[in-house]
């Protein structure tokens, strides 16, 4: 018998930049945990930086950096060869295959930690996020994409541009996470999550039908941070 997993809901947030507004944040703070916030590189300003904040601890939401790279035009989803905490895009991509680069970023969490409080870091089980946050002594916290197709491999597949997921799929790909620890993968099979994996953090975008943010937090097993 499977252990339900403990599980709990970050988006991307804060992706406006001046004048233009990405997403419904203020509809969605209410209803995750923990928000990732971008830093100013793929997206956001300082005022749309400190609004989204301010929203966050207005709503008791866990707030997380979330730095790309230095492409405004492009989203952040275009690799660079850089060397530059969720990472986010190509980034988060190349720091999954590179256990150079993700040892760097874990750095950083590593850096910013006390010994009264630890930064933890938010990336793909069983890739070189969890073997450096491990190596490190850093806790690794498991994500999983509620928005985002996987590969038969069950890789995540980052795309420049990907179509929304109907409700209907979603709830089920979910319920299959959290209570046979798998991942539905884009032919419809299936693949373990990973091994001794026994939290999650599901990740969604803020440019996600708000009827799934909704979805997930009425989720009964989904806990707050």
């Known amino acids: ?61 866990a707030v997380g950096a979330h730095p790309s790279l230095p492409d405004l035009q492009g989203f952040g989803r275009r690799e660079m060869a850089v060397e530059p905490i969720k990472p986010h895009g190509a980034v988060y991509g190349q720091t999954s295959r590179s256990l150079p680069l993700a040892r760097a970023v874990v750095e950083v969490a590593k850096i910013f930690s006390t010994p009264n409080e630890q930064v933890s870091f938010v990336g793909i089980a069983g890739s070189a996020h969890q073997i450096a946050a491990e190596e490190m002594g850093i806790r690794f916290i498991p994500e999983w994409f509620a928005d985002m197709d996987y590969s038969a491999e069950g890789k995540l597949l980052i795309t420049k541009k990907h179509d929304p997921v109907p409700l209907d799929v979603v709830r089920e790909r979910v319920s299959t996470l959290l209570t046979k620890k798998q991942i539905t993968t884009l032919g419809g099979g299936f693949v373990p999550l990973g091994d001794n994996v026994d939290e999650v953090t599901i990740c969604c975008h803020s440019d996600t039908p708000v009827e799934s943010q909704i979805l997930f937090s009425k989720v009964p097993i989904l806990t707050k941070f």
Not at 7 to 19: I, K, Q, R, Y
């Open 1 to 61: 018998m499977v252990t339900p997993l403990k599980a709990t809901v970050n988006c991307d947030m804060g992706e406006g930049f001046s004048l233009y507004k990405i997403g419904d944040d203020e509809g969605l703070m209410s209803h995750i945990h923990l928000a990732n916030i971008a830093c100013g590189f793929h997206a956001s300003d300082f005022s749309v930086m400190n609004t989204t904040v301010a929203l966050a601890k207005k709503h008791g939401v």
